[in-house]
T-cell receptor
Framework: GQNIDQPTEMTATEGAIVQINCTYQ??????LFWYQQHAGEAPTFLSY????GLEEKGRFSSFLSRSKGYSYLLLKELQMKDSASYLC?????????FGAGTTVTVRA | GAGVSQTPSNKVTEKGKYVELRCDPI?????LYWYRQSLGQGPEFLIY????????DSGLPNDRFFAVRPEGSVSTLKIQRTERGDSAVYLC???????????FGPGTRLLVL
């Protein structure tokens, strides 16, 4: 089975940096995805890691350590529009298994 | 180009009724997926199509749920004898192929009264 854990909520100030951690224990692994989901909307693809290390994409970066079963999503220069739920998901073959999501609230 | 589209965006039905939810994937995407998301949870896998065939339907909760993709493009998720516990957001996603990034549609919010 799949067990994916991430914090329920995080709050940060506009312009700051927030790091969302995700740990996983899965029976197979073909990559780790991060999605952003605004309330009432579809999950939107943010990043994908299949090898260990850091992937940087503008204000968002994602890190993976396969040996530790650990990933994080780093959001820099936070903007109000970044207030959303962030979903960590592990891919095994074609199936994504999601964590429950981390709700990030950005305060002015 | 156009993303994944789903219709209807909202569906209210009564317990015991039959519903159909439609998904139109991104053009050229051979893989199509259905997920279900309950409030405060991440999406849960229901079924995966590669082309016209259901390659994995292990996530379907029971035999009241069925999905088809007859021409390898549009898919329909069918729920018979709906129950209140079926209330959720049903998300469709598509990808270019096996192990490629999945892109999600806006979902259908199903409410069973």
């Amino acid at each position: 089975g799949q067990n994916i854990d991430q914090p329920t909520e995080m709050t940060a100030t506009e312009g700051a940096i927030v790091q969302i951690n995700c740990t996983y224990q899965t029976s197979g692994f073909n990559g780790l995805f991060w999605y952003q989901q605004h309330a009432g909307e579809a999950p939107t693809f943010l990043s994908y890691n299949v090898l260990d290390g850091l992937e940087e994409k503008g204000r968002f970066s994602s890190f993976l350590s396969r040996s530790k079963g650990y990933s994080y999503l780093l959001l820099k220069e936070l903007q109000m529009k970044d207030s959303a739920s962030y979903l960590c998901a592990v891919l095994k073959d074609y199936k994504l298994s999601f964590g429950a999501g981390t709700t990030v609230t950005v305060r002015a | 180009g156009a993303g994944v589209s789903q219709t209807p965006s909202n569906k209210v039905t009564e317990k015991g009724k039959y519903v159909e939810l439609r998904c139109d994937p991104i053009s050229g995407h051979t893989a199509l997926y259905w997920y279900r998301q309950s409030l405060g949870q991440g999406p849960e896998f229901l079924i995966y199509f590669q082309g016209t065939g259901a390659a994995d339907d292990s996530g379907l909760p029971n035999d009241r749920f069925f999905a088809v993709r007859p021409e390898g493009s549009v898919s329909t998720l069918k729920i018979q004898r709906t129950e209140r516990g079926d209330s959720a957001v049903y998300l469709c996603a598509s990808s270019l192929g096996f192990r490629e990034t999945q892109y999600f549609g806006p979902g259908t919010r199903l409410l069973v009264l």
